[in-house]
Nanobody, 124 residues
């Protein structure tokens, strides 16, 4: 299938910004909807954002709406998550994932390929 590698995580102060990248290999991502999920210690993995296979539609969790933006560049085989106005509650391990459901999903079980995750820590 498709291999995914996240990058761009790190330590940032509240109110700051980070841009996560997800580089794909093995297959083009043009036939997949792409999503971002996150998981904090002791909590379940939760949906963050998804973008359809052609980039025509996006959907966000209420907790990040207006602050995060998902985008994709199929020519570069890469998906991005721009995170602005970061809050301590955004601290988590962020995962990129791919699904054959072309318009995407918010359900973890619908995503068949996952990256290893990149850590985002928001702290003063």
């Amino acid at each position: 299938q498709v291999q995914l590698v996240e990058s761009g995580g790190g330590l940032v102060q509240p109110g700051g910004s980070l841009r996560l990248s997800c580089a794909a290999s093995g297959r083009t991502i043009s036939n997949f909807a792409m999503g971002w999920f996150r998981q904090a210690p002791g909590k379940e993995r939760e949906f963050v954002a998804v973008i359809s296979w052609n980039g025509g539609s996006t959907y966000y969790a209420d907790s990040v709406k207006g602050r995060f933006t998902i985008s994709r560049d199929n020519a570069k085989n890469t998906v991005y998550l721009q995170m602005n106005s970061l809050k301590p509650e955004d601290t988590a391990l962020y995962y990129c994932a791919a699904t054959i459901i072309m318009y995407g999903s918010t359900r973890r079980a619908d995503f068949g390929s996952w990256g290893q995750g990149t850590q985002v820590t928001v702290s003063p």
